[in-house]
């Protein structure tokens, strides 16, 4: 498997947190009457978690941007 040639940044981190956090949250709505639809209902807690991560993650992005920029 191929290694990255960089690691990801803080605000790429936090966005790939947000959109799982959403994806997990709003993955019911759309999967309703598949199997599926019970396990990813179930793990609300861990959607709530990445969307609190990934802006935790980018405030503190934006915070290090600020303080170089001044």
Known sequence: MAQPKRQLRTLERGILCLVIGAAVLLGPRFLQGTRW??????????????????????????????????
């Open 37 to 70: 639809f019970e396990m990813v209902a179930g793990a609300y807690l861990v959607g709530w978690f990445a969307l609190v991560l990934g802006v935790a993650l980018i405030v503190v992005e934006l915070i290090k941007r600020g303080k170089t920029r001044q």
